[in-house]
């Protein structure tokens, strides 16, 4: 088994200290790669490289157009390495192989759509005094650190890398240790599509040693942080010490608000997995479903039915819907959340045990559906990240409102109902970043990502990203 090297300047090198660590398949508990275990003399070293490359100017001068084109052959080439970075991502992340490709496919669609926004964004002609000329511009800011996790590896690491390259900036990124081969990967192809040396690089390593030596590096202009709002919180203390610009995609514990005239066939099925996907390790999870008394009953009924019919398995079958936890640790994590929801006076419909057979030897954990728990209960306030859902009851609109922003988290979150107008109202109500009306698709790359509250700061995604990445200088100039 070969060791997977660091990625610094154009090339794979070991690990300063030549230090190594093993990535395991969550699915089985195997051993299927080693890497190069990044420090903080590698941080040091990557950040280096990148602060070289953007002052030579290779990149961060030339023409939008040009890094539109290198962007565009990277998404290429993300596409026509498809099923090798699928198989890659779905091994060391513990993803149904399904679920893996379409995420590179939402990949490739990344590094497109900033190819086609870096010649579309610059600055303006303002009007200004009569002796002269008032100009903007938009320039990109230097060094950015990408510091990305383990449940949506490559697609949080294209959120990142894309629209900070698309600007002319230079990229560290540290993918979590858990999940560093398909990043890895991105940078060689990255090499071959155009990008010059020490351009991106990719540094895997312990939070605490690499995340932090590259949040605190003084070269770093910009980091970009999703993860826990607690880590967070702790990222933004550590940047304010030289007024380092940050980014944060943080928890979260959105709400699903289901009214009595919605869908319900429609609504159930779509809430099923808008909770369920990726063994709920997902920020967006709608974990708190909130359901108008009038059909509650019956949606619990057509929910647990749904629930019960979900394909847990291997990740490598076609036909798996839900793969294991990332980690025992996570598992344990979870099953300390339900323990302590059943104490609290909760009650499980279905789930929550830890499936036998083929599947022991895996991290996996049968989706859970709880009942009974008070608005103010653990389970529905703390951020769980793995497959359980607590439903409520509402008696009107005021109350789902007033139950959804009861939260210290506005991250994303559904409304289900047939009345419009109701839709326009409890949407401008709702105290989140994102939201969806009549489905649980709220993430596009068109539409800035990102949350309120201690969900975070900043946005990604969208042209909006693209003003995270960069800065606006004003020049005048006389006309004598």
Not at 123 to 129: N, V
Not at 309 to 322: F, Q, Y
Request: hydrophobic share 40%.
């Amino acid at each position: 088994m070969r060791t997977e090297g660091l990625y610094i300047d154009g090339s794979r090198t070991e690990a300063a200290d030549g230090a190594t660590a093993s990535t395991h398949d969550p699915s089985t508990g195997e051993v299927i790669a080693r890497f190069a275990q990044a420090g903080t003399a590698d941080a040091d070293r990557a950040v280096r490289a990148a602060d070289r490359a953007f002052r030579t100017g290779d990149w961060s001068r030339a023409s939008a157009r040009e890094r539109g084109q290198v962007l565009h052959r990277l998404s290429q080439l993300v596409r026509v390495h498809t099923e090798e970075l699928a198989q890659l991502e779905a091994r060391d992340a513990g993803k149904p192989i399904a679920a893996a490709r379409g995420e590179m496919g939402s990949v490739a669609t990344t590094f497109a759509y900033y190819a086609g926004a870096a010649d579309k964004v610059g600055g303006q002609t303002l009007p200004g005094h009569a002796d002269g000329t008032l100009l903007t511009f938009r320039e990109p800011l230097g060094v950015c650190a990408a510091i990305v996790p383990w449940n949506f590896p490559l697609v949080i690491t294209a959120w990142k890398v894309a629209p900070a390259l698309a600007m002319g900036n230079t990229v560290v990124v540290k993918p979590a240790e858990l999940t560093p081969l398909t990043a890895l990967r991105l940078a060689e192809l990255a090499t071959e599509a155009g990008l010059p040396d020490g351009v991106l690089n990719v540094v895997p390593g312990p939070g605490s040693k690499v995340g932090d030596a590259l949040v605190r590096h003084p070269l770093v202009r910009k980091v970009s942080f999703t993860g826990s709002t607690e880590v967070g919180t702790r990222v933004m203390q550590a940047a304010a010490e030289d007024i380092t610009r940050v980014s944060l995609e943080l928890g979260g514990k959105s709400a699903n608000l289901v009214f009595a005239d919605a869908d319900l066939e429609a609504c159930v099925d779509s809430s099923v997995f808008s909770v369920f996907d990726n063994a709920g390790q997902d920020c967006c999870a709608r974990s708190r479903m909130l359901i108008e008394r009038d059909v509650f009953d019956e949606f619990v009924e057509r929910f647990v039915d749904r629930v019960e019919r979900l394909r847990v398995g291997p990740t490598g079958d076609e036909a798996t819907e839900i793969g294991p936890l990332i980690s025992p640790g996570q598992r344990e994590s979870v099953e300390a959340h339900l323990q302590g929801a059943l104490e609290d006076g909760a009650r499980c419909l279905t789930g929550g045990q830890r499936p036998d057979g083929p599947l022991a030897d895996g991290n996996y954990l049968v989706p859970a559906v709880l009942v009974g728990a008070e608005p103010a209960a653990r389970i529905v306030q703390e951020e769980v990240f793995g497959p359980v859902v607590a439903l409520l009851p509402f008696d009107d609109e005021p109350e789902a409102v007033a139950l959804a922003n009861d939260s210290v988290y506005g991250l994303s979150g559904s409304i289900w109902t047939r009345d419009v107008g109701r839709a326009l109202r409890v949407a401008r109500h709702v105290e989140t970043g994102m939201l969806s009306v009549n489905t649980s698709s709220s993430v596009h790359i068109e539409a800035p990502f990102g949350g309120m509250k201690q969900s975070g700061i900043g946005r990604e995604q969208g042209l909006p990203a693209l003003d995270h990445y960069s800065e606006l200088k004003s020049v005048f100039i006389a006309n004598d």
